[in-house]
């Protein structure tokens, strides 16, 4: 089945620190999802981006199909970013998600 | 408004007994789905559906059933509740073309 591989597990920031993180799949996505999820355990939907570059505020997705991989890059990292950051693929047209593990992210000031 | 919920937020089941999670979207979308989060496995789909009255079986479905007795609602019942389905859970829904939308969780602690 799918496989979804997140890197890094986590990252330390300085607030104003840029941060760059991956995913890699193992199988063509008809839709992916970057997702935060606070340490209060909710989960937000981030950007959805199965193919090319989006933005959203301080995030940029891009996804290169071809080569199965996806990055969020962040910013300006601001300490309301920390937690844990949820990449998922859906490869078989809306039969649900697979995730990944995810990035947790710290942000100090 | 929140456009996805569920009920309970939180629950404590004994072993053995019926536990019934229930989630309930107003986003007007076919598709719903149940998740569980454990830590080391991230989340993990268990049923979903398209349509009313019918049930779609997820990744690891063994151990629970779905109910969609409307386009609003989606149950996911434990008959037998034991102590490796303890976890959070949690309900989407979706257009199954465009992204999901998270309900805010269930903690279930089975004893």
């Known amino acids: 089945g799918q496989q979804v591989q997140q890197s890094p597990a986590s990252l330390v920031l300085q607030e104003g620190e840029n941060a760059e993180l991956q995913c890699n799949f193992s199988?063509?996505?008809?839709?992916l999802q970057w997702f935060y999820q606070s340490p209060g355990g909710s989960l937000v939907s981030l950007l959805s981006?199965?193919?090319g570059t989006k933005h959203t505020g301080r995030l940029t997705s891009t996804t290169v199909t071809k080569e199965r991989r996806s990055s969020l890059h962040i910013s300006s990292s601001q300490t309301t970013d920390s937690g844990t950051y949820l990449c998922a693929i859906d490869d078989n047209y809306a039969q649900g998600l697979t995730f990944g593990l995810g990035t947790r992210v710290s942000v100090f000031p | 408004e929140a456009a996805v919920t569920q009920s309970p937020r939180s629950k404590v089941a004994v072993t053995g007994g019926k536990v019934t999670l229930s989630c309930h979207q107003t986003?007007?979308?076919?598709?719903m789905y149940w998740y569980r989060q454990d830590t080391g496995h991230g989340l993990r789909l268990i049923h979903y559906?398209?349509?009313?009255?019918?049930?779609e079986k997820g990744d690891i479905p063994d151990g629970y059933k779905a109910s969609r007795p409307s386009q609003e609602n989606f149950s996911l019942i434990l008959e037998l509740a034991s102590l490796s389905q303890t976890a959070v859970y949690f309900c989407?829904?979706?257009?199954?073309?465009?992204?999901?939308?998270f309900g805010p969780g269930t903690r279930l602690t089975v004893l």
């Open positions: 559906s398209y349509v009313a009255d019918s049930t």
């Open positions: 981006n199965p193919s």
């Open positions: 986003n007007n979308h076919d598709y």
């Open positions: 989407a829904s979706g257009t199954g073309v465009y992204e999901q939308y």
């Open positions: 199988s063509t996505a008809t839709q």
